[in-house]
């Protein structure tokens, strides 16, 4: 409260809260400006990771618990302003998680959605209702909310990928329910990438045949390296937004909407010698830097960037990007959860 009242109106106010406190009651004016703030008030703070530095200690833990014993060998990205939350923003977590040759993280599902952004190594899997996607570095793999999934190695290198899971949304609604199989390893049911080729060209099998096998709201789980970069490229040949460069959605099939109800996905493109005007959102951001090096500036700090980085942009905080040579970024945030929330803001400067 921000006006200021007498003293001896104040020792009265002091005993009535103290009176009312054993029947959980509580004045609002003494918090209002704090529950509904002018603008948004993160607790969370802009950071910066090395993939190098944090998989040397995922590797680390490699040598010391097996993926079966773990169920999921991650190591969580917490943000420094949200110690013990495993989270990196306040709805969002994020984690590195690593697969060894010939290991399986068992089957299981959960109401929180996820998605993987592989980082390094090529050919493990991940089952989705029994399907495999077969997973190369830099696709976007998905695993919807109550969807069977385990994930296995059957090459000879280590397979490590970014897990992007809305955790602490799921959390503050107390909502979260999950379940295990008897067997580590789903059934495979239909081909590798089976639903790459009914869903994802723009074309769906006739709905109610027998081809029409995934869920009508989540037909495709899997977006390939090779198809969004070459998207990328193309957009390139254009004049870039001042603001965010060449950017690209992924998106639902179904839908055109975001690719998870909680999470939405992009990726951008700043051409060498490009810098962005400072732009903010609403919505707490993850980034991946894919290819380039340049420089972030997330409010007042300014990060170098190298290719595999990790950094979080809090909302309502500037970001602008300098690009030293092409840069290539895939980000995650809380926007489409917000969309639906009638929430979301932006503010271009």
């Known amino acids: 409260m921000s006006i200021l009242i007498p003293n001896d109106q ?16 509580t004045p609002l004016w003494e918090v209002l400006a704090a529950l509904v703030s002018p603008t948004p008030t993160s607790p969370a703070v802009a950071h910066h990771w090395r993939y190098a530095d944090a998989a040397r200690y995922l590797m680390r833990a490699g040598d010391l618990i097996s993926a079966e014993q773990a169920e999921r060998r991650v190591l969580i990205l917490e943000n420094p302003g949200l110690p013990g939350q495993s989270a990196i923003t306040p709805s969002l977590y994020a984690g590195l998680q690593l697969i060894l040759p010939g290991e399986v993280a068992p089957a299981h599902r959960h109401t929180q959605s996820a998605l993987r952004f592989v980082m390094e190594g090529e050919g493990a899997y991940t089952t989705v209702d029994g399907e495999r996607a077969v997973m190369r570095p830099f696709d976007l793999v998905l695993t919807p909310s109550w969807q069977w999934h385990d994930h296995g190695n059957e090459t000879s290198r280590p397979m490590v990928w970014l897990d992007g899971l809305d955790i602490p949304t799921v959390r503050h609604f107390a909502a979260s329910f999950a379940e295990k199989t008897d067997e580590p390893v789903q059934t495979r049911l239909v081909a590798d990438d089976d ?11 006739l709905r109610g045949s027998l081809a029409d096998r995934r869920p009508a709201n989540r037909p495709l789980f899997h977006y390939p390296f090779a198809e969004w970069r070459r998207s990328l490229a193309d957009l390139g040949a254009g004049t870039p937004d001042p603001h965010v460069g060449h950017a690209l959605e992924f ?51 300014a990060i170098a960037l190298s290719p595999r980085d990790f950094f979080v ?29 009638e929430l979301y803001r932006e503010e271009r400067l």
């Open 10 to 25: 104040r020792e009265q106010l002091e005993q009535l809260y103290k009176a009312m406190a054993p029947e959980s009651l």
């Open 313 to 341: 942009v809090p909302s309502w905080t500037t970001l602008s990007l300098d690009a030293a040579s092409d840069l290539v970024l895939f980000s995650y945030s809380d926007r489409a959860a917000q969309q639906r929330l």
């Open 195 to 205: 639903s790459l080729s009914r869903y994802g060209r723009n074309l769906r099998p």
């Open 251 to 301: 998106i639902n099939p179904a839908d055109g909407g975001p690719v998870l109800p909680t999470i939405a996905a992009q990726v951008q493109l700043i051409p060498a010698g490009t810098a962005t005007r400072p732009r903010r959102s609403s919505d707490g951001a993850i980034h991946v830097v894919v290819e380039g090096t340049g420089t972030a500036r997330i409010g007042e700090r």
